[in-house]
């Protein structure tokens, strides 16, 4: 969500697909205040993030693996969820393509490997002998609807290649079941003169679920979905074995 875009300057907001450029911008203002407004503090984005401790101890339950399976976090933040994650016991390699962020991350979090990179540019290791060469999940929460529908595909397959089979994807992040749904949040954002929020339901790149099925499907994953607020939903599932 891009509650902060008020303090990003014009020409980055041009209706194009969100560059990384664009996205380190706003997230490097935001980090500062990040914490306080998933606590519920912006009242524009409170029903967006309600019930975030409870969406993040869910990523950490349904991904379901034993103590010290390799998870890679993106978009990790300040690592709200990554310390979650940690304390499960699994090994954890954090993805972050702000600078503010993955700074603010590591003063929370010791013994945690923090990497500067994004969805579209996975910072892993590419030799077949790494350990990291396969992982058993990716999960992510607030952070997919960055992406366009077509860099969303391409950045599915890239994590695909790197499960293990059977490996587990576990996204918390707003979808709407289909465009009417998300109209009908629009103008609601509207009535209430939540400008900000209505500008990022109507720049942002939101899925809707039934293409988000056939995307998943077309990169060779099974998942279920569950809707956990008005604007979050859960979406798990794994691998298809072939």
Known sequence: MDIM?????????????????????????????????????????????????QILERVVRDIGLPSGALVVEIGLGTGN???????????????????????EARRKIEGVDIRDGSFLHLPLDSNLDSKEW??????????????TDEEKEFALQKMVTRLVPKGK?????????????RQSMIEEARRRGFSRLERDLTEEFYPL??????????????????????????????????
């Open 5 to 53: 875009s008020e303090t990003v300057s014009n020409s980055q907001w041009s209706g194009h697909p969100l560059s990384e450029a664009r996205f380190n911008a706003l997230f490097d203002h935001w980090a500062k205040t990040y914490d306080l407004v998933v606590s519920g503090a912006d009242v524009e984005y409170a029903e967006v993030f309600a019930g975030y401790d």
């Open 169 to 181: 994807i576990v996204f918390a992040d707003t979808l709407f079941v289909d465009e009417t749904a």
């Open 209 to 242: 679920l039934p293409n988000l099925k056939k995307m998943l499907e077309r990169v060779g994953l099974e998942m279920k979905f569950e809707q956990l607020n008005r604007y979050v939903w859960l979406w798990k599932g794994e691998r298809r074995q072939t």
């Open 134 to 147: 396969q992982i058993d999940a990716f999960v992510s929460t607030y952070a997919f609807h960055h992406l």
């Open 81 to 103: 969820l990554t310390k979650k994650l940690k304390a499960r016991g699994y090994r954890v390699i954090g993805v972050e393509p702000s600078q503010a962020m993955r700074e």
